[in-house]
């Protein structure tokens, strides 16, 4: 079975940073990204890394979002600064077995956590 687990939400100020992780358990997993919920809004693609190691990033965050992995571990990280209010939603890890591009569409995953909240206070 296949088990998505995000941790390192929290709240944070305008200006500051904040780091996400992400476990993969029960295969080994390919392609890994990172989505984003705000209320009333759809969900979309904030970054995503394959087993090439390309990496994709999405306009809004180009700049103040890292996308990393450790293979070893299956873990899928998130670095990012400069946090703005407009970053304040539920972000998911999604992952998906075979080649994937580094797609920024959720309907590419098969496999995701149940997301952790990020609030940025102005």
């Known amino acids: 079975q296949v088990q998505v687990v995000e941790s390192g939400g929290g709240s944070v100020q305008a200006g500051g940073s904040l780091r996400l992780s992400c476990a993969v358990s029960?295969?080994?997993?390919?392609?890994m990204g990172w989505f984003r919920q705000a209320p009333g809004k759809e969900r979309e693609g904030v970054a995503a890394i394959d087993s090439t190691g390309s990496i994709r990033y999405a306009d809004s965050v180009k700049g103040r979002f890292t996308i990393s992995r450790d293979n070893a571990k299956n873990t899928l990280l998130l670095q990012w600064n400069s946090l703005r209010p407009e970053d304040t939603a539920m972000y998911f890890c999604?992952?998906?077995?075979?080649?994937?591009?580094?797609?920024?569409?959720?309907?590419?995953?098969?496999?995701w956590g149940q997301g952790t909240q990020v609030t940025v206070s102005s």
């Open positions: 999604a992952a998906e077995s075979g080649s994937c591009h580094a797609s920024l569409s959720l309907y590419d995953y098969r496999f």
């Open positions: 029960g295969y080994s997993s390919y392609c």
